[in-house]
């Protein structure tokens, strides 16, 4: 049986110690690491995260709010946790703020326990879960029905949400009929959904392999 994984993370760090830290704290999930802004740009063309965690000081002089906006431009539904012991609190409070913002600042030092705590939050809740959030609250304003198309994407998108915090972390593949009775669709439906999360590299391949199949 394959190792499955809770979720991955794109960690833009050059620090070998910060590293080696991440890599015990963040066992459970796919890492990708790098060491500049640049080759964080480069995986980002290759494959698009859950997750990002960004040094400010980075190798080759580079420094991480300078790529904040360049990689909210290429994956802005990717939450953006920035990590830093030399940010003053002007500069942390800027990372927060406007368009490009990341969701989180935590210092160095890091909190361990933190750190798991906003890892966690910002998968379940940041990125995909504000995008479903801010397209039902458009519905709303827009008095958008039931019927039209716009309504039925979001639910869409909403219900892939859910999934995607049902089946992560787990190393069984799921079961098509159960989760069709859970969120009240058909199976062709449910279907349809995983293959869309392992299209976007949202879900480990091995739990639905199917998809493959379906293009």
Same mark, same amino acid.
């Given at each position: 049986m394959s190792e499955s994984f809770a979720g991955s993370i794109l960690i833009v760090e050059d620090d070998p110690q910060q590293l080696? #830290?991440?890599?015990?704290?963040?066992?459970?999930?796919? *890492?990708?690491?790098?060491?500049?802004?640049?080759?964080?740009? =480069?995986? &980002?063309?290759?494959?698009? /995260?859950? &997750?990002?965690?960004? $040094?400010?000081?980075?190798a080759q002089g580079e420094l991480g709010l300078t790529f904040l906006p360049r990689l909210k431009e290429v994956a802005a539904h990717v939450p953006i946790i920035v990590i830093s012991g030399t940010l003053e609190i002007r500069d942390g409070l800027r990372a927060l703020q406007g368009p490009d913002a990341a969701h989180y600042v935590i210092d160095k030092p890091v909190d361990i326990e933190q750190l798991e705590q906003t890892v966690q939050t910002a998968l379940n809740e940041c990125g995909f879960g504000e995008t479903v959030r801010a397209l039902r609250s458009l519905e709303r304003a827009e &008095?958008?029905? $039931?019927?039209? !198309?716009? !309504? #039925?994407?979001?639910?869409?998108?909403?219900?892939?949400?859910?999934? *995607?915090?049902?089946? =992560?972390?787990? $190393?069984?593949? /799921? @079961?098509?009929?159960? *989760?069709?009775?859970?969120?009240?669709?058909d199976r062709k439906t449910i !279907?349809?959904? *995983?293959?869309?999360?392992?299209?976007?590299?949202?879900? $480990? /391949?091995?739990?639905? /392999? @199917?998809?493959? @199949?379906?293009?």
């Open positions: 080696r #830290l991440y890599a015990q704290v963040l066992g459970a999930y796919r *890492l990708t690491c790098v060491s500049t802004g640049t080759a964080a740009l =480069r995986a &980002l063309a290759e494959r698009v /995260p859950d &997750l990002i965690l960004l $040094d400010h000081v980075l &008095l958008i029905e $039931d019927s039209d !198309r716009e !309504r #039925l994407f979001t639910e869409r998108l909403a219900r892939q949400h859910e999934l *995607l915090k049902r089946l =992560r972390g787990t $190393d069984e593949k /799921p @079961n098509i009929s159960d *989760l069709a009775g859970a969120f009240h669709v !279907r349809r959904d *995983l293959h869309d999360l392992v299209q976007r590299g949202q879900l $480990d /391949p091995a739990l639905y /392999p @199917n998809s493959a @199949n379906e293009d």
